[in-house]
T-cell receptor, first 112, second 119 residues
Framework: GQSLEQPSEVTAVEGAIVQINCTYQ??????LSWYQQHDGGAPTFLSY????GLEETGRFSSFLSRSDSYGYLLLQELQMKDSASYFC?????????????FGQGTELSVKP | EPEVTQTPSHQVTQMGQEVILHCVPI?????FYWYRQILGQKVEFLVS????????KSEIFDDQFSVERPDGSNFTLKIRSTKLEDSAMYFC?????????????????FGSGTRLTVV
């Protein structure tokens, strides 16, 4: 099976850098994804790592280390609008349906 | 930007009643999904649907749940006899291809959800 663990809450100030970690126990997966959710609305795709290493997309970067069963999302130059919940997710291998398995989510609060 | 549309946005129903949640996936997408999120908890997979049949379902998706694609555009989730614990946000999603929906470029898109409250 798959389980993903994230901190429940993180607080940071505007302009700062914050890292949200995701550790996982899984029998295998295609890659690690990150989704953002504002106020219980639609999860929106942020970033994806198929291979180990860092992927950068503007202010957001994501990292994966399969050997350490660990990944993180890095948010730079934090803005108030970044206050949201962030979920890591994996797609299990060999499944026919294309489902995503989500972590519990990290609520990020950005303070002025 | 194409959207997945869900209606209604809120639904209140009495325990034991049937509810149908509606979704209009993105028009050229072939794979359809339902997820749910109990307040304050993670998003959980319910079911995936392709070529007019269920591809995979979770243990949550028991006999009280069913899905249909009644026409070329709608994708519905029915709960036959609602329970208090069915209260949650229900998200529909669609993708244009099956391979690794977690990857950007697969077009995997979530709708804004239906908040179901069972009283």
């Amino acid at each position: 099976g798959q389980s993903l663990e994230q901190p429940s809450e993180v607080t940071a100030v505007e302009g700062a850098i914050v890292q949200i970690n995701c550790t996982y126990q899984t029998s295998g997966f295609y890659g690690l994804s990150w989704y953002q959710q504002h106020d219980g609305g639609a999860p929106t795709f942020l970033s994806y790592n198929a291979l180990d290493g860092l992927e950068e997309t503007g202010r957001f970067s994501s990292f994966l280390s399969r050997s350490d069963s660990y990944g993180y999302l890095l948010l730079q130059e934090l803005q108030m609008k970044d206050s949201a919940s962030y979920f890591c997710a994996v797609c299990p291998p060999y499944n026919q349906g294309g489902k995503l398995i989500f972590g519990q989510g990290t609520e990020l609060s950005v303070k002025p | 930007e194409p959207e997945v549309t869900q209606t209604p946005s809120h639904q209140v129903t009495q325990m034991g009643q049937e509810v149908i949640l509606h979704c209009v996936p993105i028009s050229n997408h072939l794979y359809f999904y339902w997820y749910r999120q109990i307040l304050g908890q993670k998003v959980e997979f319910l079911v995936s649907f392709y070529n007019n049949e269920i591809s995979e379902k979770s243990e949550i998706f028991d006999d009280q749940f069913s899905v249909e694609r009644p026409d070329g555009s709608n994708f519905t989730l029915k709960i036959r006899s609602t329970k208090l614990e069915d209260s949650a946000m229900y998200f529909c999603a669609s993708s244009e291809r099956r391979t690794n929906p977690g990857q950007g470029g697969s077009g995997y898109t979530f709708g804004s959800g239906t908040r179901l409250t069972v009283v």
